[in-house]
């Protein structure tokens, strides 16, 4: 009983800041702004307004987690079984730079970094890569995948690294013994006993990155844009609250995908 | 023979050195932008870099009427209360969690992970909502429920695995020595869960500093942390001092990266989430 007592406040807190407000959304979703009688009229008229958006925002996330799934892999992999000491050592100094730089933050520096005249560009024409006239702004869906991959990535790496750095390496000394290459090891040996924690990086970045407000806004707020950014704008231009929770709710359905695919591969994984 | 190998070296050792130098561009290129950003007085295109360098936008944020500092110090005092809350809230329960037996112990920890794993927008325009009608929009109050309903997981599951790590039999045998239940909490498990506990708080202060879509909806516009006019200077292409606030938000963020093996030791990590 003492023990309920002392969990007692942070559930409140959970209620009061999460669970109510989750139910709420859900209701002003079906109804009109929480008043009158259900329907899914707010629903139609968001897939209506925003279809692009809701597809955009799909190809977005899936094609960031994609990319930082295939660079954390990389990234760890190489911590895991490059050969060259210097290398491995300034790679893992290197790649956690982004890990605690907040959001906001990365997309004030791409905003500039990627701009038209921004640096890399500046940098790119100097160096004679492209030609000035062909410099163009990355300030739209790439800036963001950028922005994106840029923040992410490290959690991932760090996260997949530490569970390499704890695997049996006898597997990966036999697939050597056997001569197969290091790529070979990596994607047949390492990454199939690494793939929960992969996974679980994966999933988390997708879903913070589905719910990221800065990014988009401060990035590519031009249509099409993201869906946090239209809930944003339905509410401060609006005051829309049943159309912008149809979005909320659709974000919800996204995340619930997500981990309902994982869910199944972690039961069948355990089953197996 | 040897001719070949050399030169399988030599390409090798291009390789390694041209990705380590594109990845490093790729990284710091766009901290070296901001940095150079935040030392601009004068810079326009075509030029390719500044002008004029000097510390006149830094005059113009930190004098005392300037609105950064004010922002600034709002940010710390919001992230100091939301401190205070989460960790007296997450104290008990994590104490709770981890020694007491508790029915739907799972479940319940599942439960401080929701506000993580859902889209936050979609939750915070609600509570923006249900504020509103409490008159807690607008108010510094209201931002630290927000922030700390988003640093109470780190809170409660970091202060949880502080406490599992510590030795159960140095709480019986100050029990034993006689000492009360409250005694042997303040004077045994609290000291030795504490340097868990600065983690979880220097966790939630992090999160509470960087946090812009719950103020952004229930602050806004009276409340200004820096976060929000990093925001609207670089909306309003003041690029300067969206830069000098970036960088003052970089600088705990990084310096806690240096220095998060010393705070979280690994016999903590190892029970976080267990």
């Known amino acids: 009983m003492g023990a309920i007592l002392l969990v007692a406040p942070a559930l409140l807190m959970i209620g009061f800041l999460f669970v109510y407000p989750f139910g709420y959304s859900v209701v002003s979703a079906f109804t009109d702004n929480g008043e009158g009688s259900w329907h899914i009229a707010n629903f139609t008229k968001a897939v209506e307004f925003y279809s692009k958006d809701i597809l955009f925002t799909i190809v977005i996330v ?48 791409m905003r500039t970094f990627l701009a038209k005249n921004g640096m890399m560009n500046n940098i790119l024409t100097s160096s004679g890569i492209i030609e000035p006239l062909a410099a163009q702004s990355y300030l739209d869906w790439r800036g963001i995948v950028i922005t994106f991959v840029w923040k992410q990535t490290p959690f991932v790496a760090l996260l997949v690294a530490g569970a390499m750095a704890s695997i049996d390496r006898t597997t990966i000394d036999a697939g050597r013994i056997f001569g197969a290459s290091r790529l070979r090891i990596l994607i047949e040996l390492v990454v199939p006993q690494i793939a929960t924690t992969l996974m679980v990086g994966l999933i988390l970045s997708y879903v913070v990155m589905l719910s990221v407000l800065s990014v988009p806004l401060m990035i590519n707020a031009q249509s099409p844009t993201m869906l946090t950014v239209d809930m944003a704008w339905r509410i401060n231009s609006y005051g829309d609250y049943g159309v912008a929770n149809a979005l909320g709710i659709m974000s919800y359905l996204f995340t619930g995908v997500v981990a309902w695919f994982y869910l199944r591969q972690s039961l069948k994984d355990k089953g197996a | 023979m040897v001719q070949a190998t050399l030169s399988s070296n030599w390409v090798r050792m291009t390789t390694r050195v041209l990705t380590m130098s594109l990845l490093a561009f790729a990284i710091f290129g766009p901290i070296t932008n901001m940095l150079l950003w935040a030392v601009a007085e004068v810079w326009y295109f075509p030029y390719k870099l500044p002008l004029e360098y000097g510390f006149s936008f830094w005059e113009r944020v930190f004098r005392p009427e ?55 927008v979609a939750v915070h325009m609600n509570v923006a909502r249900i504020f509103y009608g409490l008159d807690l929009t607008g108010t510094v109050m209201g931002v630290v429920l927000v922030h700390a309903s988003q640093g109470l997981v780190f809170a409660v599951w970091i202060a949880t695995a502080a406490f599992a790590a510590v030795d159960g039999e140095l709480e019986a045998a100050a029990r034993n020595m006689g000492a009360g239940r409250w005694r042997t909490f303040i004077d045994v498990t609290l000291p030795l869960a504490l340097p868990g506990i600065m983690a979880s708080a220097i966790f939630v202060f992090l999160i509470s500093m960087d946090e812009f879509t719950g103020t952004y909806f229930v602050g806004a516009p009276d409340v200004v942390t820096l976060p929000m006019l990093l925001f609207t200077s670089s909306m309003e292409g003041n690029y300067q001092i969206a830069s000098i606030s970036s960088l003052i938000l970089l600088v705990p963020s990084v310096g806690f990266m240096l220095f998060i093996e010393r705070f979280l030791k690994a016999d903590v990590l190892a029970k976080v989430g267990s």
């Open chain 1, 62 to 109: 899936s094609l960031s987690t994609a990319i930082i799934g295939i660079l954390a892999v990389a990234i760890a992999g190489y911590l895991t079984l490059g050969e060259n000491k210097t290398a491995v050592a300034i790679l893992k100094w290197l790649y956690r730079w982004p890990l605690f730089i907040p959001f906001i933050v990365s997309a004030q520096l």
């Open chain 2, 66 to 120: 300037g609105n950064a500092t004010e922002a600034l110090f709002s940010s710390i005092w919001i992230a100091l209360l939301t401190v205070v809350v989460s960790l007296g809230i997450a104290i008990p329960a994590g104490y709770a969690l981890a020694r007491g037996k508790m029915p739907f112990r799972y479940l319940i920890m599942l439960l401080f992970l929701l506000p993580q794993a859902f889209p936050a």
